[in-house]
């Protein structure tokens, strides 16, 4: 019997097939073309979503282990930046032809998104054909855009909040060559402007950011609307430009601004917004001001659960209707008020630079439960407890399964009570534990086939998956799983030949209960588990996807684990493929010295301990070598486990 038990398992096994694989991990919708699985059940990257040029992600991964370049390590695809700058270029083009927009769109990267400086150079050599520009929002950022932005007209949007120094850099940066356009976003910074304007006799390009009544949608919703942080009412735009009229400044009036927030979800949003933009628009231009630029902000959402849905990991929009809505509003506008078609500016950081990252790391282990447990002897005297747990596992069906879990509860808790009081061994305890996890696991069972479940067993999944102990961080990895419950995309990056048989979550390696990814993408909801396989003797990887906004420059140093390793790396054909550049990741050193603990330091302490132990004879001098060698090592070593 248990001989054709197995047999029948090893078929069900076999009949699992890389197109369910796609399935279940929503490869095929998220993913967009960038990504999928290969005959070998490996994930591939296809940068140019091009049957000629990939690159299998495992294979990368183990001749990276060759060079000792071990997990978790990040990955960037460098093609994936220029093919997303080429995608959102192609759709306004479109847009801008089918609507006979006279206007041009150019494309600002706002730095804040990711300032990697291999980021920042990449967009910037891609974007050149196209003009592209940079948002700053603070004087680092400011400083790095106009030290990199050599290309010639391309725009330097200066957002957030400044002072006289931060305009000054602005405004030296436009006597340098540079296209620099200074944002006013509170009342008081125009007349910094003015003023730094004066002394340094530059003609400003100013620009306007509105506080519109339109809210976005989604986590960061509250970055619109009359609340918002940043921005000027109508009231105070009208303020500003009869200031700027009476000082014979309103010819350097040239950009209006808006922006929702990141990761708008809905299009109604967008379309909101736009309506109510474009009417200001209009009316400045009525006023006087020489509306040059009309910048959209960002918002571009990625749909990271693939579901096209207005979930807040999601979008109900795609790029090209994103870029016709844009398009179309502002011409409908400059058509009904006779005004110049103006240059469109789109900020769009997440939607460019989210999917050319992703993170890979190994599993270490895992606590499982185990359900190929044996039912356990039960002896004689066992108590009524634990033979209650006994008859509720054998009765069990889908006719009595809720009552089964109430009844199981209930003898669970005599069992420890009994225990608790010294009227139970160990050895009954341990034997009711069995018995009630295979329980929870049959009706788990059950409750996966049912099209509605009641509520108090709606997690009864997560409460008997495993734990798979994920080699990094999400404090400095996923730092929005953790603060916001943002979604990624996981996906083991081999064995998609197999059938996964686990339900898990994950558990980092920081000594922190909320370091732990719980939250699993899926087309329908939220998912409390996800699919995995079984560990084997050899190392099972794990990729996390669409990790390339905001995650690097959010990471902290929770129990001082530090940046990853980095890889860079072009497809250049069929499974071909050139590493450009490896950012080594923090050294043990590098995290103790972001908190003042100095190499030097430690190490006349540690010597000072040693010779001690010497002196006491608790190890030879001998030993006392190998020891420092050993602690030097540690410092100079990978802060994650090796």
Not at 4 to 24: F, G, H, N, P
Not at 164 to 179: D, H
Not at 327 to 343: D, L, Q, R
Request: net charge negative; proline share 4%.
């Amino acid at each position: 019997m248990r001989q054709k038990l197995k047999l029948k398992e090893q078929t069900a096994l076999k009949r699992w097939s890389v197109d369910q694989a796609r399935e279940l991990y929503g490869l095929q919708s998220w993913g967009k073309g960038f990504f999928d699985i290969n005959g070998r059940g490996n994930l591939i990257v296809r940068p140019h979503k091009s049957p000629d040029c990939y690159l299998d992600i495992k294979e990368l991964v183990d001749e990276l282990r060759m060079r000792d370049i071990t997990p978790p390590i990040l990955l960037r695809f460098t093609d994936i930046l220029r093919q997303r700058i080429e995608e959102i270029q192609a759709s306004f083009q479109h847009a801008i032809d089918e609507y006979g927009y006279k206007g041009a769109y150019i494309g600002v990267y706002p730095v804040k998104v990711n300032q990697s400086k291999e980021v920042v150079e990449d967009i910037i050599e891609f974007g050149k054909p196209y003009g592209f520009g940079l948002e700053a929002g603070s004087k680092p950022e400011l400083l790095i855009a106009v030290a990199s932005l050599d290309t010639p007209g391309a725009p330097i949007v200066c957002n957030g909040y400044k002072d006289a120094e931060f305009v000054e850099i602005a405004l030296w940066a436009q006597k340098l060559g540079r296209t620099a356009i200074v944002v006013v976003e509170k009342p008081s910074e125009l007349d910094i402007v003015v003023r730094v304007a004066h002394r340094l006799k530059v003609r400003p390009v100013i620009g306007i950011r509105a506080k519109l009544a339109a809210r976005g949608r989604g986590k960061w919703e509250s970055s619109g609307g009359d609340r918002s942080k940043f921005g000027l009412f109508p009231s105070e735009i009208l303020d500003a430009i009869q200031k700027l009229e009476r000082i014979g400044m309103l010819d350097c009036l040239q950009l209006l601004h808006f922006h929702l927030g990141s990761q708008i979800t809905a299009i109604q949003s967008i379309k909101d917004a736009l309506r109510e933009s474009t009417r200001l628009f209009a009316e400045m231009v009525r006023l006087g001001a020489n509306i040059r630029y009309f910048d959209v902000g960002g918002g571009l959402a990625v749909d990271y659960d693939g579901s096209m849905t207005n979930f807040s990991s999601s979008a109900n929009y795609t790029l090209q209707e994103y870029a016709a809505d844009v398009v179309s509003a502002i011409a409908e506008t400059c058509a009904e008020h006779e005004i110049p078609h103006p240059i469109i500016i789109s900020e769009s950081g997440r939607a460019l630079v989210a999917y050319h990252s992703a993170l890979v790391f190994n599993v270490l282990g895992t606590s499982e439960f185990s359900t190929a447990t044996a039912i356990p002897e039960m002896p004689a005297d066992a108590p009524e407890p634990v033979t209650t747990l006994l008859e509720i596992l054998q009765k069990l069906s889908v006719k009595n399964f809720q009552e089964s879990y109430h009844d199981a509860i209930q003898a669970r808790d005599e069992v420890l009570t009994l225990f608790n009081v010294g009227l139970l061994t160990l050895e009954a305890r341990a034997t009711a534990e069995r018995l009630f996890w295979l329980i929870c696991f049959g009706i788990a069972k059950v409750v996966r086939g049912l099209d509605y479940v009641p509520d108090e067993l709606e997690h009864l999944d997560s409460f008997v998956s495993d734990t798979y102990y994920g080699n990094l961080s999400v404090f400095q990895s996923l730092p929005d799983h953790w603060a916001v419950k943002q979604l990624f995309p996981i996906v083991p990056i081999h064995r998609h030949q197999e059938r996964p048989t686990r339900k898990a979550t994950f558990a980092d390696i920081t000594c922190d209960s909320d370091g732990k990814i719980d939250q699993f993408i899926d087309l329908r909801d939220v998912r409390n588990t996800i699919d995995l396989h079984e560990l084997r003797r050899d190392p099972y990887y794990i990729g996390v996807f669409l990790v390339g906004a905001y995650q690097e420059v959010l990471g902290d140093l929770h129990n001082l684990f530090g940046d990853t390793h980095t890889v860079h790396v072009s497809i250049t054909g069929k499974n071909t493929y050139r590493i450009d550049k490896i950012v080594e990741g923090d050294s043990v050193r590098d995290a103790l010295a972001y908190m003042q603990y100095q190499k030097r330091d430690m190490m006349t302490m540690f010597r000072r301990s040693i010779e001690e132990s010497i002196e006491r004879k608790r190890i030879t001098i001998k030993e006392s070598a190998r020891i420092q060698k050993f602690l030097e090592d540690g410092l100079e070593g990978y802060t994650y486990l090796e």
